[in-house]
């Protein structure tokens, strides 16, 4: 009796139901129980299509597997999967605007630039879902939870640049204003509670 379920039966099992629970079991064996190279490739070429045939507020199950993916693929396997990449970061597009809650809309933010290559956000942006954040100082190590709001100094939305003026823009076009204010305060400033040292919040974020 065969009793492993592959990567490719889960996903024609899922590829039907944008809401099917084959999208749970493959997001757990991308996320926790680890998948092959070629597995990923699988899934990577194929979720294009299958993204395709939902509606962009029905794609949450496809997406944020393929950001998943995508935030694992290493630099030199990327121009091999740069057709399937770029269709998949064009279907986010409407699907980022689509209704969602904060916290919905954050993961589906870190979706839509694991996609567009950004290792560090794509993998990591989850992290402010309770728009708070836990980090260590550099100066003297503490580990530090900071709340996204008012403690913090926020960083003027003109002073963004890089990874910020694009997380912070990308909000805003969503109609997810209060995403993109928690924005200006992981891009701020804080001072450390233990030694008064000064530094850039997102500065000590890093990739898990
Ligand atoms: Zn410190």
Do not use: K
């Not at 999208?23 to 979720?47: K, N, Y």
């Not at 944020?64 to 986010?92: F, I, K, Q, Y």
Request: charged share 25%; with cysteine; glycine share 6%.
């Amino acid at each position: 009796m065969r009793i492993v379920t592959t990567v490719e039966e889960m996903l024609a099992a899922a590829e039907a139901d944008a809401y099917s629970y084959a999208w749970d079991s493959l997001l757990e064996e991308v996320r926790h129980v680890g998948i092959h190279d070629d597995e990923r490739a699988l899934l990577i070429e194929r979720l294009p299509a299958i993204t395709a045939r939902f509606a962009p507020a029905d794609r949450d199950n496809v997406l944020l597997l393929a950001g998943h993916l995508a935030a694992d693929v290493d630099e030199a396997a990327w121009p091999r999967h740069a057709e399937a990449l770029t269709a998949l970061r064009s279907l986010a597009g409407d699907w980022l605007a689509s209704p969602a809650d904060a916290g919905l809309f954050i993961h589906r933010l870190q979706a839509a630039v694991a996609l567009e290559g950004d290792e560090l956000w794509g993998a990591e942006l989850h992290r402010i879902d309770e728009n708070e954040i836990e980090l260590e100082c550099p100066h003297c190590g503490t580990t530090l939870a900071l709340v996204l709001g008012p403690p913090l100094r926020p960083a003027a939305p003109a002073d963004l640049d890089g990874a910020g003026r694009r997380l912070h823009e990308a909000s805003l076009e969503a109609g997810q204003p209060s995403v993109a204010t928690a924005l200006t305060y992981l891009f701020g400033r804080t001072t450390c509670t233990e030694c008064d040292h000064r530094f850039r919040v997102s500065d000590q974020v890093f990739r898990y």
